[in-house]
T-cell receptor, first 111, second 114 residues
């Protein structure tokens, strides 16, 4: 069975602080994909990144970076120099056959 | 590219009534997915289509739920004899078959069953 755990229900930081959102996944399959999506207050899920299980390279996109470690089954997401517009719920998801979603982490960035 | 659209955006109904939601995917996407999301939870997979064929349906999906995609374009999700537990956000997403579930989501339909 597959499972995604986002242990942090809510994180609150002050603008310009760095923040890391944790994601731990479980699967026995060797081929899978990992995703992060952002859900702002408007409600629409926005795709951020996809990673396949054979690519453990970390990725950086502007202020966003992702750390994929198969040894710990983790796919953590870091926002550097956070901004108020980053406030949203962030979901980590695992795909073997269909997307299995974590419960999400609500990120609050205070001005 | 107009993105995925869903109608209505909000629906309030009384318990026992039937409701139908519509999803229009991105035009070149042949895959279409339905999810349900309750407050504080991630989306829960309901079903998906490739073109007009319904290829998978969640075992958790009640027989009161049915989805169609008759011409391989838009899709409808119908809930019969609604119950208060059906209150949720219903999300639609689409993707190409060549992209491993890089799904693009619509704004959702929020259902409230009184």
């Amino acid at each position: 069975a597959q499972k995604v755990t986002q242990a942090q229900t809510e994180i609150s930081v002050v603008e310009k602080e760095d923040v890391t959102l944790d994601c731990v996944y479980e699967t026995r399959d060797t081929t899978y994909y990992l995703f992060w999506y952002k859900q702002p207050p408007s409600g629409e899920l926005v795709f951020l990144i996809r990673r396949n299980s054979f690519d453990e390279q970390n990725e950086i996109s502007g202020r966003y970076s992702w750390n994929f470690q198969k040894s710990t089954s983790s796919f953590n997401f870091t926002i550097t120099a956070s901004q108020v517009v980053d406030s949203a719920v962030y979901f980590c998801a695992l795909k073997v056959y269909q997307l299995i979603w974590g419960a999400g982490t609500k990120l609050i960035i205070k001005p | 590219d107009t993105g995925v659209s869903q109608n209505p955006r909000h629906k309030i109904t009384k318990r026992g009534q039937n409701v139908t939601f519509r999803c229009d995917p991105i035009s070149e996407h042949n895959r279409l997915y339905w999810y349900r999301q309750t407050l504080g939870q991630g989306p829960e997979f309901l079903t998906y289509f490739q073109n007009e064929a319904q290829l998978e349906k969640s075992r958790l999906l009640s027989d009161r739920f049915s989805a169609e995609r008759p011409k391989g374009s838009f899709s409808t999700l119908e809930i019969q004899r609604t119950e208060q537990g059906d209150s949720a956000m219903y999300l639609c997403a689409s993707s190409t078959s060549g992209s491993p579930n890089e799904q693009f989501f619509g704004p959702g339909t929020r259902l409230t069953v009184l």
